[in-house]
């Protein structure tokens, strides 16, 4: 049974939030990047004036919800499907922006707010939903990056101890109580203006190997630390150390 009150549905998404604050506020977060201004940790201060395009995997969409420094910077583009209204409302009480629209459903209106209303926000997008397939990259993130001029950081997310929810096409990722996390942003991406379609699926195509390299590179080295037990900084930041894609990359190609 859909939940369709918006007071229930503020209840349990007050409910939702207190509970995964308590989780975070228990664990040990280690943020990692070849670019501080790039981090999720980022005070994004004015000395800090570049707001990115943040792509996140859906699975793992609640650790940069609540691992973010600063949640009122971050804007979110969110299904318009009646189930999203709890994930809506949930950014919205952090203090962020929701605007709503996906590629099956408002997607021209949601474009349009985001070229017109993300001015000073981070925009976080899940680029494989809203109904997947998993971890399968597709142009949304791309083209809003080219129309906005604002280059994307691909992000990694691992913890040590987690829960998974199962869903129809993917599972929701929560982290454990007392479990380490690690949050990992890759180089940023810039994107050309005006891109075609050839480019539109060249740069699909780069930011799907960014965003694999990222988690195959954080898994590994996490991997290693467990078995070799060396320290952090010898391992983990060299997930995001190799990923740098450049237009005259593109253009060389």
């Known amino acids: 049974m859909k939940i369709q009150s918006p007071f229930l549905i503020r209840c349990g998404a007050w409910f939702a939030i207190s509970t995964m604050r308590l989780i975070i506020s228990t664990c040990r977060l280690e943020y990692c990047s070849p670019d501080p201004k790039t981090r999720l940790d980022c005070p994004f201060g004015p000395d800090v004036p570049e707001r990115y395009v943040v792509p996140v995997w859906h699975d793992l969409l609640l650790f940069p ?88 950081v691909p992000t990694a997310y691992w913890a040590s101890r987690v829960w998974r929810i199962k869903g129809s096409w993917t599972d929701i990722v929560i982290p454990k109580p007392f479990s380490k996390i690690m949050i990992v942003s890759g180089e940023a991406i810039s994107i050309p203006p005006e891109l075609n379609r050839e480019d539109i699926i060249y740069w699909t195509n780069h930011l799907q190997q960014a965003m694999d390299q990222l988690h195959a590179e954080l898994e590994a080295s996490t991997t290693t630390a467990k078995s070799s037990k060396l320290e952090p900084d010898q391992t983990e930041c060299s997930a995001s150390s190799q990923l740098q894609i450049s237009g005259s990359e593109r253009h060389a190609a």
């Open 65 to 152: 919800t609540f691992t973010a420094r600063r949640s009122d910077l971050c804007c979110g583009l969110v299904s318009r499907h009646d189930g999203a209204s709890f994930l809506s409302t949930a950014i919205e009480m952090l203090g962020g922006k929701a605007i709503r629209g996906s590629s099956r459903k408002g997607a021209t209106t949601a474009l349009k707010q985001m070229l017109t209303q993300t001015d000073g926000y981070h925009i976080l997008i899940t680029p494989d939903g809203p109904m997947g397939p998993r971890r399968q990259m597709k142009q949304g993130a791309i083209l809003m990056a080219s129309n906005l001029q604002r280059r994307i």
